[in-house]
């Protein structure tokens, strides 16, 4: 670990304590208690007598990043570092890719939306892409530990607060870009270019990789780039075939076909499954060595994660904007017997320009909706669940509040070949309520009611 912080309860005797003017906390504030905690030095924008070595500058973040950039930027970028950015299947791809590479025996770790990985170790985190100082910590603890490579996602809001400040990627690849954020970005235009900006941490001699069937993805195709599409791209998806919990996907390469039976589902997947062929590719590993072990490689938990219930199926996904709902549910629609039951609601204090769109599409391609929590957090839920109900035009559909109710409600409605869509919460396995965040997780509400 650094001997810096940000984080006053982190503190331990001799570290430098670095008092960062956030958007909502000024580690001006938590000074006493960095110093209480055993800070021999701070860091400070305001100067006054702190009574232990202190060092003022204008700004204290850039401060941080200059530290961290001039210590440790060329020890990580040594490495290969790939981000992976864009509004749905970053976890995904990511998670795929980290399997991957380690089922192909590298030193490799993950991080992202499910957390920190490398070897045997484990750690939950907060944000996709962790603060700086904390991505720097974990970055250098892979390397200590041997890896070699360092998958990670990279979000909009990381990317412009510069989160990833000096480091350079082998590798990048952009996904896609529907609607999220909004409330962050305000406009679609700043979105996409805060998206660009990964382009500005790509090396010289890295590779850009694209999926060019979203309409934004033509403009992250820079010298050196790969693209994948189902109409005409490096990595082409010529087809793929469901087979119920597995899919088979053909696709060419450098005007060589492929075909390989993958442990997912949809469409989304397969854009997903192909991008983290071509990163991994991108790194020097062979097309056919990478197809030996994708019998060996899942989703991650909470990405179309399936339960059989009374002879149909209950079905948990992150899905959480219009279009990985809508994508979801067309995925699991194409060869339905039986009903889709969807179970959704959407986050407090976070774009509510998606609520009315997410509602429209739930209910109008979806059998039966329950419509439910998602995180209030200090927003009035009533009122989430209004702006919800505004863009529904249709009465296939009943409001329940308690997440946990809605969910045995859903499952009890499961008959004979239906499906029972859990979106929106995924991997996570808390509830935000005002500012508490209590124990809930869609997979294990699932798990007990059939037990």
């Given at each position: ?18 008092a960062i003017v956030g958007e909502v906390l000024d580690g001006h504030d938590y000074i006493e208690s960095a110093i209480k905690n ?335 929590d998602d995180n209030p957090r200090t927003e009035d839920n009533h009122k989430i669940m209004k702006d919800i109900i505004d863009g529904v035009n249709k009465d296939n559909y009943e409001v329940i509040y308690d997440r946990k109710e809605a ?45």
């Amino acid at each position: 670990m650094l001997n810096i912080q940000t984080d006053s309860r982190k503190v331990k005797k001799g570290d430098t304590f670095v008092a960062i003017v956030g958007e909502v906390l000024d580690g001006h504030d938590y000074i006493e208690s960095a110093i209480k905690n055993g800070a021999s030095k701070i860091v400070v924008s305001k100067d006054l007598n702190y009574g232990v070595d202190t060092l003022v500058v204008s700004d204290t973040t850039k401060y941080l990043d200059d530290y961290l950039i001039n210590n440790y930027s060329d020890k990580i970028n040594s490495i290969n570092l790939v981000g992976v950015t864009g509004t749905n299947g970053k976890t995904t791809t990511c998670y795929l890719a980290y399997q991957m590479l380690k089922k192909l025996h590298k030193k490799v770790a993950y991080i992202g939306t499910i957390g920190f990985y490398y070897g045997d170790t484990f750690k939950t985190l907060n944000n996709t892409t962790p603060g700086v100082l904390d991505l720097y910590n974990m970055i250098l603890e892979a390397i200590d530990y041997g890896c070699d490579t360092v998958v990670m996602e990279i979000s909009s809001h990381a990317l412009v607060q510069n989160r990833i400040a000096g480091l350079k990627y082998k590798t990048v690849a952009f996904t896609n870009l529907t609607q999220d954020h909004l409330d962050y970005h305000k406009t679609m235009d700043n979105y996409l270019n805060a998206k660009l900006k990964i382009l500005d941490y790509l090396k010289k001699d890295g590779v850009s990789i694209a999926n060019i069937d979203d309409e934004a993805g033509v403009k992250f195709l820079i010298e050196n780039s790969k693209s994948i599409s189902f109409k005409n791209g490096d990595y082409k998806i010529l087809d793929y075939i469901d087979n119920g919990n597995k899919m088979t996907i053909n696709f060419s390469y450098d005007n060589k076909d492929y075909n390989v039976d993958v442990n997912l589902k949809s469409k989304f997947n397969v854009y997903n499954y192909i991008m983290c062929v071509a990163i991994v590719h991108s790194l020097g590993i062979s097309i056919n060595d990478i197809l030996k072990v994708t019998k060996d490689i899942y989703p991650p938990k909470g990405r179309c994660e399936q339960f059989p219930v009374n002879n149909g199926i209950a079905v948990v996904d992150y899905a959480h904007t219009p279009d990985a709902v809508l994508k979801i549910i067309e995925a699991f629609s194409e060869n339905k017997k039986g009903r889709i039951i969807t179970i959704v609601g959407c986050g407090g204090d976070r774009d509510n320009k998606k609520r009315p769109i997410m509602g429209n599409i739930a209910t109008e391609n979806s059998d039966y909706v329950i419509f439910t929590d998602d995180n209030p957090r200090t927003e009035d839920n009533h009122k989430i669940m209004k702006d919800i109900i505004d863009g529904v035009n249709k009465d296939n559909y009943e409001v329940i509040y308690d997440r946990k109710e809605a969910i045995l409600k859903g499952l009890s409605l499961i008959n004979k070949n239906d499906v029972l869509l859990v979106l929106g919460k995924g991997h996570e396995d808390y509830q935000i309520i005002g500012t508490t965040k209590h124990h809930f997780d869609d997979s294990e509400i699932i798990k007990e009611a059939i037990k």
